[in-house]
């Protein structure tokens, strides 16, 4: 059995596309922004990881999403670009296909809430009403791509004959992709394969349309969920870089292709994914938002394939399979991670960045990235491609407000710690001298008198890049403002300089997150 698609042709039945809404649905974490050319750089890394769908944002909610939305329709290219829509928006599809006009394959996902709970309480609406905004939003769609999607808000928890009758109305008014999100991680894999199995038998033109799931992981059935959505008949699945996304967050890409990929034997499904980046796109995504996935973390967490105990190591050692049910390789780990040192050239530094998974850095960027790298080389015995991957993710931001120059500190027992900073402010240098209970007090409080906010500390963390007294710091600072929250990353030798770019680097996010707001509700 085979689809047909508008922007893909023919799809075999093995095939499941993969719809990734890092920049739309991730983004909105708590926690969680990024600006115009973060946004970028992550929608050509996407493209190239193989992903067929990126949601590139929500047009109509600010001038900065559909800018983001519009960049990236026109720089990018293989993928199909998608921006979101209400159904009964006042202008959201007009704000969609204006973002979209540049787009190689563009697409309209336009949705509204289904579920008695949500027309009641949220929407205020009949269903009459909901049924037809839906005719009228999909055909709306349809005057600007042929490429449109729909979905049911809260679908998980509509009752099935009105889900029955929306998805028909979708289908009769132009929708190809029919989208059911279990929105609050509500769902069993159980009733997610009984609501995919139901649509395709009951709905008038089901086969002629992709099913598509969103499973939330509220109740950590993200993943299970959606792989028990591709046995009731899903084609495409909408997922995150790391599972980011509201509250919980949702499906996390990088383990739903590796489940549908080892398990082929179970599920029968292939994707275009080129797994081997999954662990390069982990940590670009982690470098961008400041906010890094725990260890443990499936697929891209850094004890993913590590073995402590004696029994594993053992096993290991006879046989990778005895403990490993898939090579560290196939997802972007390194067999070996000591590499370089205090002799190493240019040529050998960007060789090395090419082998851990980056794209080519600008020459300024790599310039800067390098001269870390030697400084770093010269006062460690031994550099890790971790303590790499630290320091160049760390210059590698684009297009940041405020920038580190130089900091010096004075601590001791017998004197009050001291903070000279220098730092600069949309291209202009400001200086503060302050001191403070302790030096990372002292040079927090410089930040806040070289420039000026209301955020306060809600978070401070520090951890090691890597093992030693030598080890590089990686810090994690959050800031809370006005009910938004950012975090912040910064890695060095020195656990102050980490801890002053990890706070600057939250800063940045602060003045991005602040130009996001709300779309006006349904009236």
Request: proline share 3%; net charge negative.
């Amino acid at each position: 059995m085979t689809f047909h698609h508008p922007s893909f042709g023919t799809i075999a039945d093995d095939r499941v596309i993969i719809f990734d809404t890092t920049l739309r649905d991730g983004e909105q974490s708590p926690g969680f922004s990024m600006n115009l050319e973060e946004k970028l750089r992550m929608a050509h890394a996407l493209s190239a990881l193989g992903v067929d769908v990126i949601e590139a944002g929500f047009p109509v909610a600010s001038e900065g999403d559909f800018e983001s939305v519009r960049r990236i329709a026109e720089d990018v290219r293989g993928s199909v670009i998608c921006g979101l829509a209400r159904s009964g928006g006042k202008r959201d599809i007009e704000s969609c296909g204006e973002a979209l006009k540049k787009a190689e394959r563009p697409r309209i996902h336009n949705f509204i809430s289904t579920s008695p709970l949500h027309m009641k309480y949220k929407l205020r609406m009949e269903p009459e009403t909901v049924l037809d905004i839906i005719a009228s939003g999909n055909q709306k769609a349809r005057q600007y791509t042929d490429d449109v999607e729909w979905s049911a808000e809260d679908g998980s928890r509509t009752d099935p004959d009105f889900l029955c009758r929306c998805v028909e109305m979708a289908i009769r008014n132009g929708a190809n992709t029919i989208n059911i999100p279990d929105t609050v991680g509500f769902a069993t894999p159980e009733e997610m394969r009984a609501i995919f199995t139901m649509l395709r038998e009951r709905v008038p033109g089901a086969d002629q349309v992709i099913f598509s799931a969103h499973n939330h992981n509220d109740l950590g059935l993200g993943v299970a969920n959606t792989l028990a959505s591709v046995e009731g008949g899903a084609r495409q699945i909408e997922c995150t870089i790391n599972g980011i996304g509201e509250r919980a967050g949702n499906a996390a890409l990088e383990e739903i292709v590796m489940a549908l990929r080892t398990r082929h034997d179970q599920y029968g499904k292939v994707t275009g994914i080129e797994t081997t980046k999954l662990l390069g796109m982990s940590r670009m995504l982690a470098t961008i938002t400041g906010f890094d996935v725990q260890p443990n973390k499936a697929i891209v967490g850094r004890n993913a394939f590590a073995h402590e105990s004696g029994i594993h190591q053992d096993g290991i050692l006879k046989n990778a399979a005895t403990y490993e049910i898939m090579t560290p390789e196939s997802v972007g780990w390194n067999k070996t991670s000591l590499v370089m040192g205090k002799h190493s050239g240019r040529a050998a530094f960007r060789d090395k960045l090419a082998q851990l998974g980056y794209p080519p850095l600008e020459d300024e960027a790599l310039n800067a990235a390098f001269a870390r790298f030697k400084d770093l080389a010269d006062s460690k015995k031994v550099v890790f491609d971790d303590d790499i991957r630290a320091l160049v993710d760390d210059e590698s931001r684009d297009h940041e407000r405020v920038h580190l120059i130089s900091l010096e500190l004075a601590s001791g027992t017998k004197q009050k710690s001291q903070a000279k900073l220098e730092i600069s402010v949309d291209g202009a240098i400001q200086y503060a001298a302050v001191s403070g209970n302790g030096p990372v007090d002292a040079a927090f409080r410089a930040i806040g008198e070289a420039f000026p906010h209301t955020a306060e500390l809600a978070l401070f963390s520090v951890a090691n890049v890597t093992e030693g007294t030598d080890a590089q710091a990686r810090t994690t600072v959050r800031l809370q403002e006005n009910g938004k929250l950012v975090d912040g990353q910064g890695a060095d030798a020195d656990t102050v300089v980490s801890a002053v770019r990890a706070y600057i680097h939250a800063l940045n996010k602060l003045l991005t997150k602040r130009e996001r707001r709300e779309p006006e509700a349904l009236s």
